[in-house]
């Protein structure tokens, strides 16, 4: 489709356009992981507690993600036959990242805590994961032919140390916002406080981070003569 050409990869890539993919790339780490900081920490766990988790849930929560990365093999033959690493990568950490609205949401729909709640929960994470597990199968090649290597270790890790930095103000600033909103409120709204912060990640930095991802461009994937193993 025409309206989705910009998610096609380039036959030649420029200077220009390598300069600016990975400056695109710069802050698409950071909003990623400055809502990873929200997310992924103690913020999920106290999230899914606050839904009615037990133990044996909350370990079922951390271990999806696990779970769920061997889906990468057979994403493999899903790159091999497309050829698109961006459109892939992109399309599916778009959806990831929309997963966290309904999770959000969770405490408006359905009463907590409760079995039904952290069970959403769980179906809404291993959802999530299934796309972002389909994502990282496509995002390391393309990463990896768009880094030039004489610059791929300094890149790198100028890329981590802002993405960290990001995450501290996020991840911080998610927890103390919650500490305030329980403080300011009783009973069952306390939980809107995982809520709100949920859901302004979600648009300020999760819908953000796809965005930026589809503005870096992709070179073209080179063929491997012979018969792939």
Not at 93 to 120: D, E, H, R
Not at 172 to 187: C, H, P, S, T, Y
Not at 210 to 224: D, R
Request: glycine share 8%; charged share 10%; net charge positive.
């Amino acid at each position: 489709m025409n309206a989705f050409r910009f998610l096609n990869p380039k036959p030649t890539i420029s200077e220009q356009d390598i300069h600016s993919g990975l400056k695109w790339m710069i802050w698409e780490g950071a909003v990623s992981n400055g809502f990873s900081s929200i997310t992924t920490s103690g913020i999920l766990a106290a999230f899914a507690l606050a839904l009615g988790a037990n133990s044996v849930q909350i370990g079922i929560l951390a271990a999806i993600p696990f779970l769920m990365q061997p889906l990468q093999i057979p994403a493999i033959f899903l790159v091999d036959k497309l050829k698109k690493r961006k459109a892939i990568a992109t399309i599916f950490w778009f959806f990831a990242q929309l997963m966290w609205f309904p999770a959000a949401l969770i405490p408006v729909y359905i009463s907590t805590p409760g079995a039904g709640a952290i069970s959403m929960l769980l179906v809404l994470m291993a959802i999530r994961n299934i796309f972002g597990a389909i994502c990282n199968c496509a995002w390391n090649p393309w990463i990896r032919d768009l880094i030039p290597q004489k610059i791929l270790g300094s890149y790198t890790a100028r890329r981590l140390a802002i993405s960290t930095g990001v995450s501290i103000v996020f991840g911080l600033g998610a927890a103390f916002f919650i500490e305030f909103w329980k403080g300011q409120v009783i009973g069952e709204q306390a939980i809107y406080g995982y809520t709100y912060a949920l859901v302004f990640g979600s648009v300020v930095l999760g819908l953000a981070s796809p965005v930026f991802m589809s503005l870096m461009p992709e070179p073209l994937m080179q063929f491997t003569p012979g018969e792939n193993p």
